[in-house]
């Protein structure tokens, strides 16, 4: 079975849109377009339930049913139970709010492994900690490839180790991480396995039972959403934490680490994306399933999909000797976000020319300072980022490859 794009296309109205007709949308790492599904339902909540939720009169009881229908909704997604799911405004302030909950979890002296591989905002607030006694850990990518090792990973751990850090695929290199094989390492050393899914998840939410991790965030406004951050945080884990919300809410899950109170519209719309995710699994399939086995058949249909165009743009640069790909020159282990560097023109005139090619592209360091750092590659001006999802066509890696072999 295939997926079949028009339909998948005619649920984004960005496809549709006069003004975007003609511009082939390769920035998706950055952001993805929003399916109708949340644009209809984020439309109906500020028309009908914008008023302070959870009351009993008939506009707020809906607002908080649409509230906690989004929870549930997103837990049964990710296998994984309500009480466990966080919506806060983003990745990087949810990781933020965690490093403070969990820095009292743990001793002076204690230590923790973070990726060198991340976006700053699985990064920076782990290492702050270091100013409060915990000792940090870097764990560093190969300067020639961009990966990490997980055989270095085995040598890092002491007796005090509490935590490693890591993305589940990094937005410059694309490469997708052996999570689970991560997590069990650090259980087997009695650490905690937190996972910043930002770059992974737009690909396919994963099955967060099966690759047990503790801590798993992504963020909504790459996954076809509104601009959520969403956390997942193990039961038992959450307890442990030190409340960062209002002294009154000590002890209630939901507000803990979510200090900065909720955007009631955006959580409320959030389930639009699995609204999204179950016409596409109607559209595809009669069989009955629960939402987690929908999401098992989401993910082969989109994978197979992204990894078709992946490979015929992998071949076509891998071809060209006036190109460096940055990570995996294979799609096997990849996902879709291949950062480039002309080798022989430069890198701001080849970005220039392809956008006049009507292709919406990044350029830059992208917030992933660290591995490119370590890749010793400039971080200004950084690298030019392709990154596509599975609403992508044919025709668009087309005018893309079009567009490159025109530029380079
Ligand atoms: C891999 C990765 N992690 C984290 C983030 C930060 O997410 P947010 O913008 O929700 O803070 C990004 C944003 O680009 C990202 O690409």
Not at 114 to 125: L, M, P, R, T
Not at 142 to 153: C, K, N, P
Request: glycine share 6%; aromatic share 10%.
């Amino acid at each position: 079975m295939n997926l079949d794009i028009p339909f998948i296309r005619s649920q984004f109205p960005a496809f549709t849109e006069p003004s975007l007709q003609g511009w082939a949308f390769f920035e998706n790492a950055g952001g993805s377009y929003a399916c109708k599904q949340v644009i209809d339902r984020l439309r109906d909540y500020y028309t009908k339930n914008k008023v302070q939720p959870y009351y009993d009169f008939p506009a707020s009881a809906q607002a908080g049913e649409m509230m906690d229908t989004s929870y549930q909704r997103m837990a049964d997604y990710l296998n994984v139970d309500a009480s466990e799911i966080h919506f806060g405004p983003s990745t990087t302030q949810n990781v933020y709010v965690l490093a403070n909950a969990m820095r009292p979890m743990w001793e002076e002296g204690d230590h923790i492994i973070v990726s060198n591989q991340d976006h700053e905002a699985n990064a920076g607030a782990w290492r702050r900690l270091a100013k409060r006694g915990i000792k940090v850990t870097e764990w560093q990518v190969d300067s020639e490839t961009g990966l990490l090792s997980v055989e270095e990973l085995k040598t890092l751990f002491t007796d005090r180790t509490k935590m490693v850090a890591f993305p589940h695929c990094s937005n410059v290199i694309g490469y997708i991480n052996p999570v689970k094989e991560i997590s069990q390492m650090a259980h087997d050393n009695s650490a905690l396995c937190v996972v910043d899914g930002v770059g992974w998840a737009p690909h396919g939410f994963p099955d967060l039972k099966d690759l047990e991790v503790d801590i798993y965030m992504f963020s909504m406004y790459k996954t076809f959403g509104p601009h959520l951050g969403v956390m997942y945080v193990k039961d038992e884990l959450i307890a442990k934490m030190e409340n960062q919300s209002h002294f009154f809410k000590e002890g209630v899950k939901r507000n803990m680490i979510t200090p900065a109170g909720p955007d009631h519209a955006q959580i409320a719309t959030a389930s639009g994306v699995l609204d999204y995710f179950d016409a596409v699994y109607e559209h595809h399939s009669d069989k009955t399933a629960t939402s987690a086995e929908r999401n098992a058949v989401l993910n082969r249909l989109f994978r197979d999909h992204e990894k078709g165009l992946l490979e015929r743009l992998l071949e076509f640069l891998r071809s060209r000797n006036d190109i460096r790909i940055v990570g995996p020159e294979v799609a096997d282990d990849r996902a879709p976000i291949v950062s480039i560097l002309p080798k022989k023109k430069p890198i701001k005139e080849v970005y220039d020319r392809l956008t006049q090619h009507e292709l919406m592209l990044g350029i830059g360091e992208f917030y992933a300072v660290r591995p490119l750092m370590d890749m010793n590659i400039p971080v200004d001006p950084g690298v030019i980022r392709i990154s596509f999802l599975h609403y992508t066509n044919s025709e668009e890696v087309d005018q893309l490859i079009q567009g490159l072999k025109d530029v380079l």
